[in-house]
């Protein structure tokens, strides 16, 4: 069983459904005992860092997490669940999860932080990514399949192996990163057609060594 964590960032359904439509079973839950059993987790959602951290918090979703990390289960971030695995969101000014180690920025300012103001923000629509490592759950994936976006922030991890794809908004960023047994894409897989459904497929069978 696929558990998708529920913190009351929307986007769940359609997670679900793409789930469902490939032939694995899942449920969407914030019940900490129905996520210790499930077999993998999803971590997705959309909304601000400041409200979906206060969600995980109240819920104790925070050591769930963390918990089926150390423990070894397969977990996919997706979209503001990529985010909030971070340590820190310059979105709200908010305390993340810290998994991954490292910041999220405004798209409003370059690797500089100079303003660039005249980006279109927020990054909406589709775009390719640049692979930087092999995953199995890539696997498959050609050069130039596209993924849908909508995001103002992206993940800068401190440590670059753990950015697995990149994408260019104005600037590159990472927007695909992980390392041993959990992978995040900034992008939404369940709304990327069939490359998207790829990705889900491959992290349903995936046995992260």
Known sequence: MIAIIDYDAGNLTSVARA?????????ITNDTK?????????????GAAGSAMESI???D?????KDALLSGKPILGICL????????SEENDT????????????????NKRENISWLKIPHMGWNSVMLQIKHFVLSGLKDNDEFYFVHGYYPAPEDNSHIIGTTV???SFASIIGYNNIIATQFHPEK????????LKNFCVWEPC
């Open 169 to 171: 908004h104005g600037i």
């Open 57 to 59: 918090k109240r819920l």
């Open 34 to 46: 129905e996520i210790k059993n499930a077999n993998r987790i999803i971590f997705p959602g959309v």
């Open 95 to 110: 305390k993340c999860i810290g998994i991954i180690g490292g910041k999220v920025l405004s798209f409003r300012f370059d």
């Open 81 to 88: 669940g990529t985010q909030i695995i971070m340590d820190y």
């Open 192 to 199: 990327s057609g069939k490359p998207g459904l790829s990705i």
């Open 19 to 27: 789930i469902n439509h490939l032939g694995f079973k899942c449920l």
């Open 61 to 65: 979703l925070d050591k769930a997490i």
